[in-house]
C-alpha cells in the first residue's frame, strides 16, 4: 500500500510564492510518475501538473510559466513550486502517484491565496 504525506500549504498572500511537497511510501514499485492536482471550492479536482521519473514535467495552462515541479526518485519526493499565486489558486492540492497498478493520492494540503 502507498502513503502519500503531502506539505507546506498555507496562507500566502497575492502575488506571493509556496512550495509544495509530497513524500511517498510503502509500495510503491512500479511507480513511473507523480504529480499534483487541485480542488477549489466547489469545483472537481483539476490536473495541475505531473513528472515522470525520466524528468519529462507537464503544467496546466492555468500554472504553466509561473510552477516548477521536480521529482527526487531516490527520496520519493515531488516538490511544487508556485509563485505570482493569484486568488483562483485557492484549492485543496493533492499529491498522486501514478504506477503500473494504479493511482494512489494524498489527503490533501489547503492552499489560501489572500487578496
Known amino acids: 500500500q502507498v502513503q502519500l504525506v503531502e506539505s507546506g500549504g498555507g496562507l500566502v498572500q497575492t502575488g506571493g510564492s509556496l512550495t509544495l511537497a509530497c513524500e511517498a511510501s510503502?509500495?510503491?514499485?512500479?511507480?513511473?510518475?507523480m504529480g499534483w492536482y487541485r480542488r477549489a471550492p466547489g469545483k472537481q479536482r483539476d490536473f495541475v501538473a505531473t513528472i515522470t521519473k525520466d524528468g519529462d514535467a507537464n503544467y496546466a495552462a492555468d500554472v504553466k510559466g509561473r510552477s516548477t515541479i521536480s521529482l527526487d526518485v531516490a527520496k520519493r519526493t515531488v516538490i511544487l513550486q508556485m509563485n505570482s499565486l493569484k486568488p483562483e489558486d485557492t484549492a485543496v492540492y493533492y499529491c498522486a502517484l501514478f504506477s503500473s497498478v494504479g493511482t494512489s493520492w494524498g489527503r490533501g494540503t489547503q492552499v489560501t491565496v489572500s487578496s
Open positions: 510503502g509500495s510503491i514499485s512500479g511507480f513511473y510518475a
